[in-house]
C-alpha cells in the first residue's frame, strides 16, 4: 500500500467532480443556462473545469432586502427562473434563509430545473469533538422541505458517483473492492453497485456495528470483509 | 357568527402562546436558563410577557467569525451551553449557518435542553402566488438534520396547542367543535384530540380531498362535518 506513484491527483474523485458530472449527464452543458450554487470552493472549482456557469456563492446578505416587513414577500432574483438550469446544494458557511428562498424559487418555478446534492452528511468531522459541525445535509433538508423537491445526491452510496467512476476508468466490478470506514455509506455504495466490500476499523464503524446490522437484516451495510486498518493490508501484499 | 363583542384579543390563541406556555411547563421559568431563539417578533413578544430571557435574534452575520476557512471548526457562543435549556425554532428570515451551527450545539452538547418548533409548515401564503416563501418547516428540518434531535412541535395537530387550550378555557371535548380549512392539521387536530370536526371548503381543501382521505384510509383527516364557509352557519343560528 502506501502512495504509489502512479497514484496523482487525477487518481482521486472528489463529490465536486461528480457534481459537474452529473450536471453535463442531465444535459445542461447543451443549454445556455447557469446553476444557481450554494457551496464552497471544491464545487466552484470544479464547475469552472468544465466551464459551467454558476452564481450565488459567497455572502448573500437578507440586507440587501430593502424590505423591512418580518416576511419575505418579493424576492429580487439574481437570475431569471428561465436561465437556470440546475441547483446545486453542498456545505456552504454563507447559507442563509435568502439562498433558501432563492433556491427553493428556482427548483419550484421550474419543474425542469435539476437539483443535485453534493452529500447528506449530517455534519462533518473537526478538531474538536464537542463542536458540532452541521455538513450539506441540513441544508440539503431545508432546501428540500421549502421545495417539495427531491434532490439526485451524487455522494455515497448513491449511484452518480459510481456512475462516475465507470465512465472515466472502466472498471470491472467483479474485480473490484469497496474499501471504507462506514456501513451506511462506504459499505453500502459497494454492495448496492456488485462490488466486493472491506470495512476498515480505523474509523467510524467497528465489528459491533456490522452485528448490528447483521441482526437488524440490514445485508447492505455488511460487508464482506474487514481489516483494523488500510496499513493492515500492506504485509499480505507483500508477501504475494 | 361575525365579531361578537365578547371576542376580544384574549380569545385569540396564537403559536407564540403555545411555545411560551410549553417552555413554562417543561420547567424552564424554575431555572435560570435562557432560551436560544431562532424566531422573529411574535415569539419574542410572548416570551417577553412570560418573562423569559431570551438571546440570538435578529441578524447574526458570519463575518463575526475571523476564521477565513472554509469550515466554521471554533463557533463562539453567545452563553454557554450550561446556560441554555431550551432552543426554540420559527419562521425567522435572519436564519443562517452561524445560527444553524449554534442551535445544533446547544442541543447536542446538553441533552436536557429542549428543542421547540413553533410550526412545521413548508411554505406559507404571501400576496404573490408565484413566489415560494419558506415558513418555520424548512429551518426546523435543517436544525433535525444537523442535531439529531427530534423537536416538539407546538403547532397544529400537535397536542401543545390543545393543552394550551385546555388549559385556558376548561373546555369539554364533547361539546366542542373544531373548524378548519385544512384536513391534515385542523381536522387532524381535532380528531386526535376528540372534537366535532368541520372543514370549510373557502381556504385549502376540499370535498375530493376528503374523499381522497376517506379512500386511503386516512379517518384522522376525515372530518364529521363541511361547509361552503364559516358564514354559512350564520343563517342556521339565526333561525335557532
Sequence with gaps: ??????????SIVNPAAVVADTLNRAGIHRTDKKVYLIGSQGVQDELDNLNLEYFGTGPDPISRQSDTRPFIYDLELDEEV????AVVVGYDKHFNYHKLMKAANYLVQDESCIFIATNTDETCPGPNPDTVIPDAGPLVAAVQV???REPVVVGKPHTPAF?????????NPDRTMMIGDRTN?????????????MLVL?????????VDNQMNEL????PE????????LAPQRNRA
Design 1 to 10: 500500500m502506501g502512495y504509489h506513484p502512479s497514484i496523482t491527483k487525477d
Design 82 to 85: 428561465e436561465n437556470v438550469g
Design 146 to 148: 421549502a421545495s417539495g
Design 163 to 171: 456512475d462516475y467512476i465507470c465512465h472515466r476508468w472502466n472498471i
Design 185 to 197: 455509506t462506504d459499505v453500502k455504495f459497494g454492495r448496492d453497485h456488485g462490488l466486493r466490500t
Design 202 to 210: 480505523s474509523g467510524c464503524h467497528q465489528v459491533d456495528d456490522i
Design 219 to 222: 445485508d447492505d451495510m455488511v
Design 225 to 232: 470483509f474487514y481489516a483494523d486498518c488500510l496499513g493492515a
